[in-house]
């Protein structure tokens, strides 16, 4: 079977004869991989001009129910793709992680879009900055989707998650992406992607797939494209200075291999949990997909004293990874993607060996099922450096199940060596030593893109060293390649363009669609709590009558709260105050300024949702009389759930007032209102 490539809204048989993929298990040819003939000036032209522009006629909410519809709709797919997965060599296990987390980053990135992004084509960054002293000239950051495609290079030995993890943001941003899976497992990658496709949740163009070799794609990018690579620091480096993505500026982000570490703390003694908790993450990150993890453990670093005793342990724990067919349920370690991963992850061991590491124990490497020539299997095998300054563990990495031990004399040279490895996606240090971990945390941050610090305390919950998980950055300097994926908010802005505008506090609002401080507003006879959700307008307003604050209402509000603070309550302490007389309460001006505003009667204002970004500006005392403005900030729907009354969140600005004209609070309140629907 020849893989297809589909491109500009066709698949695509490339008549070219191609690689051959073989099964990692029993060596048995798969399919022939080939992009020769594909067009990629097309593909590009195609996604700018047909799968831009239709993703980005819809919001961010909208394109994340699109992701969350995608999600669910492979997630009723999945027992076909962990069948098709066992080929790559992958356990059941392993492919949880490649295929449920890949769904899950999905699912992730639409919960993430609907509670943190508002219902708009477009994201505003920041609140206004005065850039005058009248407050007529204001600047703000916008961020717009960019207007090109998204090409994501990614690594063999994640085919799902690699792919899903990289187009969630840029999806949910509005940009389309062209996908280049590795040719060793583009088949299991081009299994769920034809899923998607047939889903037909996505418009047209918003994804593409190339199988085989990127050709001349890179020649036909421009400054509003961009790429995002996960592999090798050398190919990385070398896709990094393409002339043309030099020439136009074109961002690329690469997610390179690298040579991460484990630190067992000092102050940990072989029967303590933390003990434990580090043999077993050592031993599950060496045999977890083979080895074959960016994240990894490459380098097992402890101290000096323990290092027999850790070395024994690892031999016990390891010693019970069964090697074989994957899809046996009493296999726990697969084989490499293939024989020829296997060949290179043994001649990186022979290096190591030639440059003073020695092999401190080797898996029996007997088979239950699969071919043990044509099959990638390779059992567990543990190095050790005595020398570990002058280790080659610290520059070559076999991308397999193999890590070295390397004993530290303090915690000085176990930071040292950490940061030996010229930069990490991530490294874990294993403590119940609070000060030992702060130490050992603060010497490595700089070298790391993440850092597990296990305990006793989170080692249930926590989701181990080698999990990438989308609310965090997923990236690391150096080695590492300098780049971040996932990250939450930060993953989607990588798509979009920031751009800071300047303007006055009118315009301002009709381009954010939100009240802005200073801008113009509309008053109208009707109360705005009186209004649906849909009739109400950005900047309407409501000036209160005013209310003049006497003794009996600062007394009244400390018999009701029971907060006696002597700056309202003690006179005398009062005048040696800041405030040099008796103040009202703060609290007491949110609940005035609510009494001044709030309609009492039933209507659309359903409930008060909440109350952010109290300042309060000035004291108010004895016989000051207060007013207070009510404004419309901001709209954002809500999707009914089945049977529920459609509402939508509003966001309104108050402003509390004094006599004199003089602000004395401003904040905001949300509030849950009816629509018409």
């Given at each position: 079977?020849?893989?297809?490539?589909?491109?500009?809204?066709?698949?695509?048989?490339?008549?070219?004869?191609?690689?051959?993929?073989?099964?990692?298990?029993?060596?048995?040819?798969?399919?022939?991989?080939?992009?020769?003939?594909?067009?990629?000036?097309?593909?590009?032209?195609?996604?700018?001009?047909?799968?831009?522009?239709?993703?980005?006629?819809?919001?961010?909410?909208?394109?994340?129910?699109?992701?969350?519809?995608?999600?669910?709709?492979?997630?009723?797919?999945?027992?076909?793709?962990?069948?098709?997965?066992?080929?790559?060599?992958?356990?059941?296990?392993?492919?949880?992680?490649?295929?449920?987390?890949?769904?899950?980053?999905?699912?992730?990135?639409?919960?993430?879009?609907?509670?943190?992004?508002?219902?708009?084509?477009?994201?505003?960054?920041?609140?206004?900055?005065?850039?005058?002293?009248?407050?007529?000239?204001?600047?703000?950051?916008?961020?717009?989707?960019?207007?090109?495609?998204?090409?994501?290079?990614?690594?063999?030995?994640?085919?799902?998650?690699?792919?899903?993890?990289?187009?969630?943001?840029?999806?949910?941003?509005?940009?389309?992406?062209?996908?280049?899976?590795?040719?060793?497992?583009?088949?299991?990658?081009?299994?769920?992607?034809?899923?998607?496709?047939?889903s037909k949740i996505l418009p047209e163009g918003a994804i593409q797939l190339?199988?085989?070799?990127?050709?001349?794609?890179?020649?036909?990018?421009?400054?509003?494209?961009?790429?995002?690579?996960?592999?090798?620091?050398?190919?990385?480096?070398?896709?990094?200075?393409?002339?043309?993505?030099?020439?136009?500026?074109?961002?690329?982000?690469?997610?390179?291999?690298?040579?991460?570490?484990?630190?067992?703390?000092?102050?940990?003694?072989?029967?303590?949990?933390?003990?434990?908790?580090?043999?077993?993450?050592?031993?599950?990150?060496?045999?977890?997909?083979?080895?074959?993890?960016?994240?990894?453990?490459?380098?097992?670093?402890?101290?000096?004293?323990?290092?027999?005793?850790?070395?024994?342990?690892?031999?016990?724990?390891?010693?019970?990874?069964?090697?074989?067919?994957?899809?046996?349920?009493?296999?726990?370690?697969?084989?490499?993607?293939?024989?020829?991963?296997?060949?290179?992850?043994?001649?990186?061991?022979?290096?190591?060996?030639?440059?003073?590491?020695?092999?401190?124990?080797?898996?029996?490497?007997?088979?239950l099922g699969g071919d043990p020539e044509k099959g990638g299997f390779m059992?567990?095998?543990?190095?050790?450096?005595?020398?570990?300054?002058?280790?080659?563990?610290?520059?070559?990495?076999?991308?397999?199940?193999?890590?070295?031990?390397?004993?530290?004399?303090?915690?000085?040279?176990?930071?040292?060596?950490?940061?030996?490895?010229?930069?990490?996606?991530?490294?874990?240090?294993?403590?119940?030593?609070?000060?030992?971990?702060?130490?050992?945390?603060?010497?490595?941050?700089?070298?790391?893109?993440?850092?597990?610090?296990?305990?006793?305390?989170?080692?249930?919950?926590?989701?181990?060293?080698?999990?990438?998980?989308?609310?965090?950055?997923?990236?690391?300097?150096?080695?590492?390649?300098?780049?971040?994926?996932?990250?939450?908010?930060?993953?989607?802005?990588?798509?979009?363009?920031?751009?800071?505008?300047?303007?006055?506090?009118?315009?301002?609002?009709?381009?954010?669609?939100?009240?802005?401080?200073?801008?113009?507003?509309?008053?109208?006879?009707?109360?705005?709590?009186?209004?649906?959700?849909?009739?109400?307008?950005?900047?309407?307003?409501?000036?209160?009558?005013?209310?003049?604050?006497?003794?009996?209402?600062?007394?009244?509000?400390?018999?009701?709260?029971?907060?006696?603070?002597?700056?309202?309550?003690?006179?005398?302490?009062?005048?040696?105050?800041?405030?040099?007389?008796?103040?009202?309460?703060?609290?007491?001006?949110?609940?005035?300024?609510?009494?001044?505003?709030?309609?009492?009667?039933?209507?659309?204002?359903?409930?008060?949702?909440?109350?952010?970004?109290?300042?309060?500006?000035?004291?108010?005392?004895?016989?000051?009389?207060?007013?207070?403005?009510?404004?419309?900030?901001?709209?954002?729907?809500?999707?009914?759930?089945?049977?529920?009354?459609?509402?939508?969140?509003?966001?309104?600005?108050?402003?509390?007032?004094?006599?004199?004209?003089?602000?004395?609070?401003?904040?905001?309140?949300?509030?849950?209102?009816?629509?018409?629907?």
């Open positions: 079977m020849k893989l297809k490539s589909y491109a500009a809204g066709v698949w695509f048989e490339s008549p070219a004869p191609g690689v051959v993929v073989r099964d990692a298990v029993w060596g048995e040819p798969i399919a022939e991989v080939s992009s020769e003939g594909l067009d990629f000036a097309e593909m590009v032209r195609y996604a700018r001009e047909v799968g831009g522009p239709a993703l980005r006629r819809h919001t961010f909410h909208e394109r994340a129910a699109m992701l969350r519809a995608l999600a669910q709709y492979l997630l009723e797919r999945k027992e076909a793709f962990y069948t098709l997965s066992y080929k790559t060599g992958a356990t059941r296990h392993d492919s949880w992680f490649d295929i449920d987390g890949g769904i899950g980053t999905f699912f992730s990135y639409a919960s993430l879009a609907r509670r943190e992004l508002p219902n708009e084509r477009f994201l505003v960054e920041d609140d206004p900055l005065a850039l005058s002293k009248g407050g007529s000239f204001l600047g703000r950051h916008l961020l717009v989707p960019k207007e090109g495609v998204a090409v994501h290079i990614n690594a063999y030995n994640f085919p799902v998650w690699g792919m899903l993890e990289k187009l969630a943001p840029g999806l949910i941003a509005g940009v389309p992406a062209i996908v280049k899976p590795a040719t060793q497992t583009a088949y299991l990658t081009e299994a769920v992607f034809r899923a998607m496709l047939e190339v199988c085989g070799s990127i050709g001349d794609l890179f020649d036909h990018l421009s400054e509003q494209d961009s790429v995002t690579f996960t592999g090798s620091a050398a190919t990385g480096r070398k896709l990094k200075t393409h002339p043309n993505l030099v020439a136009h500026s074109v961002p690329f982000n690469m997610e390179a291999d690298s040579l991460n570490c484990a630190i067992l703390g000092q102050t940990v003694e072989p029967g303590d949990p933390e003990f434990g908790l580090f043999v077993k993450e050592v031993a599950r990150e060496m045999t977890v997909k083979a080895g074959q993890k960016c994240t990894a453990i490459r380098r097992v670093i402890v101290p000096r004293g323990k290092s027999e005793a850790v070395l024994e342990a690892l031999k016990q724990e390891l010693s019970q990874a069964t090697l074989g067919d994957p899809s046996r349920e009493d296999v726990r370690m697969g084989p490499l993607v293939g024989a020829g991963q296997r060949a290179d992850v043994l001649e990186v061991v022979r290096r190591l060996k030639e440059q003073g590491c020695e092999v401190a124990w080797e898996g029996s490497g007997e088979l059992p567990p095998t543990l190095l050790y450096s005595a020398k570990p300054w002058d280790s080659a563990a610290h520059d070559l990495e076999p991308f397999g199940p193999v890590a070295t031990l390397m004993p530290y004399e303090d915690l000085d040279e176990a930071v040292a060596l950490a940061r030996r490895g010229r930069g990490s996606l991530v490294g874990s240090i294993v403590t119940y030593d609070r000060e030992e971990a702060r130490r050992l945390f603060f010497g490595c941050a700089t070298h790391h893109g993440r850092m597990l610090i296990l305990n006793r305390d989170n080692a249930k919950e926590s989701t181990g060293h080698g999990s990438p998980l989308p609310p965090l950055v997923h990236g690391g300097p150096g080695r590492a390649g300098g780049g971040e994926e996932l990250g939450g908010l930060r993953g989607i802005k990588h798509y979009l363009q920031r751009c800071a505008v300047q303007t006055d506090p009118t315009t301002l609002m009709v381009l954010c669609q939100e009240y802005v401080r200073g801008a113009e507003v509309k008053e109208g006879p009707i109360h705005p709590f009186r209004k649906y959700f849909e009739d109400l307008e950005i900047g309407e307003s409501l000036l209160t009558h005013r209310r003049t604050v006497t003794e009996a209402d600062i007394v009244n509000f400390a018999n009701v709260t029971g907060d006696y603070f002597y700056a309202h309550v003690d006179e005398i302490g009062a005048k040696d105050s800041i405030f040099g007389e008796r103040v009202a309460h703060g609290y007491f001006l949110i609940s005035a300024a609510a009494g001044l505003f709030v309609h009492p009667a039933p209507g659309p204002v359903l409930a008060n949702y909440g109350l952010e970004r109290l300042r309060f500006i000035e004291p108010v005392k004895i016989g000051d009389t207060l007013q207070a403005r009510l404004t419309v900030k901001s709209k954002t729907a809500k999707d009914p759930k089945p049977g529920e009354r459609p509402t939508g969140v509003v966001t309104w600005a108050v402003e509390i007032i004094n006599q004199e004209g003089r602000t004395v609070a401003l904040y905001d309140i949300l509030t849950l209102v009816a629509r018409r629907g």
